[in-house]
T-cell receptor, first 113, second 113 residues
């Protein structure tokens, strides 16, 4: 039981390059989330998927797109990376919304030069 | 406007000592309050989740308290261990129908031998 897995662990991009961050969970959870964590700030929600087949914007969606590929997988795409997107990205999943606990992956550390 | 404020920003204690971390929030009304532990280079892990009607909840050596009237929560760590060195994040969910969790920026705790 791996929980929430993310790939890659580290990535360096040049400004303007694109990439996709992958996330998968094996807990049969309905809801999945993408956050970014910046120094001195709390985690901020980029996009979420309340259930398979749905996605919605979070607090800071600009510059990102997501795909809920199936119930297990939720990917985050940067179409044209910018230095402001340098951050640590966390994927999380939960059985549902509300009081359900969110389980986080180990994170992807992204640097955009 | 930062709706979840944590103090102190950082704290150093000796192994075996107790400590208390503070969280003040302005989110109102709120549904639940969570405390997460985040080890360096890892994703956050849930310690406790309390609804607005709960005053205290324990998880081993961790005890969280909540005063919904003053909008304050604390996390008390008893008999600290070196493995308690981590960031502790207070998270509040509002009562509305949205997804949104509001994260504090965390307290970084270092336990020294």
């Amino acid at each position: 039981n791996a929980g929430v897995t993310q790939t890659p662990k580290f990535q360096v991009l040049k400004t303007g390059q694109s990439m996709t961050l992958q996330c998968a969970q094996d807990m049969n959870h309905n809801s999945m989330y993408w956050y970014r964590q910046d120094p001195g700030m709390g985690l901020r929600l980029i996009y979420y998927s309340a259930s398979e087949g749905t996605t919605d914007k979070g607090e800071v969606p600009n510059g990102y797109n997501v795909s809920r590929l199936n119930k297990r997988e939720f990917s985050l795409r940067l179409e044209s990376a910018a230095p402001s997107q340098t951050s640590v990205y966390f994927c999380a999943s939960a059985e549902g919304q509300g009081t359900y606990e969110q389980f986080f992956g180990p994170g992807t550390r992204l640097t955009v030069l | 406007k930062n709706q979840v404020e944590q103090s102190p920003q950082s704290l150093i204690i000796l192994e075996g000592k107790n400590c208390t971390l503070q969280c003040n929030y302005t989110v109102s009304p709120f549904s639940n309050l969570r405390w997460y532990k985040q080890d360096t280079g890892r994703g956050p892990v849930s310690l406790t989740i309390m609804t607005f009607s709960e005053n205290t909840k324990s998880n081993g050596r961790y005890t969280a308290t909540l005063d919904a009237d003053t909008k304050q929560s604390s996390l008390h760590i008893t008999a600290s261990q070196l493995s308690d060195s981590a960031s502790y994040i207070c998270v509040v969910r509002g009562m509305d129908s949205s997804y949104k969790l509001i994260f504090g920026s965390g307290t970084r705790l270092l336990v020294r031998p």
